[in-house]
């Protein structure tokens, strides 16, 4: 459940990565408190966005609280998150999970296909459903897009055998990414209610499209594979759509989702920026990667590893498979994404090659800053509050 955005200590500045962990620490406790300790396992690194928004759309920081210890931070406390935004966030999770569970039911997607199992996971997707809808309530947030979302996804991936009503041909790749696109357009639109700041609801929603059609194309490259061995429905191949093609519909996603989040007005934009703007342009980079490919416009030199690529670049190390890549899988699950393996974190190169500060007047805004890229303990000021891109 971890989403494509995965930001670590080793690429973002530690002022905005201790943001970002109070966001996610709010997100788990919120979960818990309101819902009991096995709902954490919903935390939702791409769900968490709306609380970022949220907060990134107030003058002054969002009131936080001090946890306890506790074992994913080296049983260190934290001040958290506590507001409307990490709630609504809790909300979104749970509805996103419930949705996951419910489409791997309905697929029948490995144990899922076992009756007890199936069961169980249908019944557990419901209080997970029920309980967001309820939350989402008390917010004044409509979950219908987030809700309707799994069941017109699955009307739409299944007309290619059952054409839809009132068409003769199965959809297109743009029409499959339309549930992904408007629910997180609601979600995203949703945190302008809650800031007091309706006048960036329009800009909110197009990032919210824009993000959705990224989320679902990168899921869509990164699966491709394996689910053309198994013959599970891909919308890459449903729709005969190439690796290079994807690439293009994801740049442009990728620039519709950077001019959205341009207009808009955030008096604390830089988390924001750096989780959807950066770390979604890392996202689609490393899945084209994996597949192989760069793309029209992303020579093989551009990636870490390849010929050409910049000094100080190390080739991505590679998912050994068997036991140890499930030991890894189970203590990255158990600690919420915190702890990832070395073939799954983004570590190449030096801050100046990972933080792009072209176009931003990073240094310039803040006092005592020096230089915009200090070294590898930060960028930026260490978190000073600068734009890094």
């Known amino acids: 459940m971890f989403g494509i955005v995965r930001p670590c200590r080793h690429v973002m500045c530690k002022g905005l990565y201790a943001d970002w962990m109070g966001h996610l620490c709010g997100l788990c406790l919120a979960l818990r408190d309101e819902h009991g300790h096995l709902s954490r396992l919903v935390t939702n690194y791409d769900g968490l966005l709306v609380s970022v928004l949220t907060e990134a759309q107030s003058p002054a920081s969002t009131s936080r609280r001090r946890a306890g210890p506790c074992a994913l931070r080296g049983f260190k406390g934290a001040d958290v998150v506590e507001s409307e935004g990490v709630r609504l966030a809790a909300s979104v999770s749970l509805l996103l999970a419930a949705g996951k569970v419910s489409d791997h039911v309905a697929d029948g997607d490995g144990v899922y296909a076992r009756r007890p199992v199936a069961a169980g996971a249908t019944r557990l997707a419901g209080r997970w459903s029920s309980a967001g809808t309820a939350m989402a309530g008390t917010l004044g947030f409509d979950p219908t897009p987030l809700t309707a979302a799994a069941g017109r996804q699955a009307l739409l991936e299944r007309a290619p055998a059952q054409a839809l009503p009132g068409r003769n041909a199965a959809p297109g790749l743009r029409e499959l990414t339309g549930p992904a696109e408007d629910a997180v357009a609601a979600a995203f639109a949703h945190t302008a209610v809650l800031a007091g700041k309706p006048h960036n ?28 061995a198994s013959g599970a429905y891909n919308p890459l191949a449903a729709t005969g759509t190439g690796l290079d093609e994807a690439r293009r519909h994801c740049d442009a996603a990728h620039a519709e989702l950077r001019a959205a989040v341009d207009e808009l007005d955030l008096p604390r934009p830089a988390l924001t920026r750096a989780l959807l703007v950066r770390e979604t342009g890392s996202a689609v980079s490393r899945a084209f990667a994996t597949a192989g490919t760069h793309g029209p416009g ?13 000094p100080g670049q190390r080739p991505p190390k590679q998912d050994p498979g068997g036991l140890l890549s499930l030991a890894c899988t189970a203590l990255s699950c158990c600690t919420c994404g915190l702890y990832r393996p070395a073939w799954d974190e983004d570590r190449e190169g030096s801050c100046c090659e990972r933080f792009d500060c072209s176009g931003y007047d990073c240094c310039g805004n803040c006092s005592n800053c020096g230089s915009c890229c200090p070294g590898e303990d930060g960028c930026c000021c260490d978190g000073c509050g600068c734009d890094c891109g």
């Open 201 to 228: 609801q329009e800009a909110l929603e197009a990032a919210g499209r824009g993000f959705g059609k990224l989320a679902h194309l990168i899921d869509a490259v990164e699966d491709l594979a394996d689910d053309r």
């Open 298 to 310: 992303h020579p093989p030199g551009h990636a870490p590893g390849d010929p050409g690529a910049p």
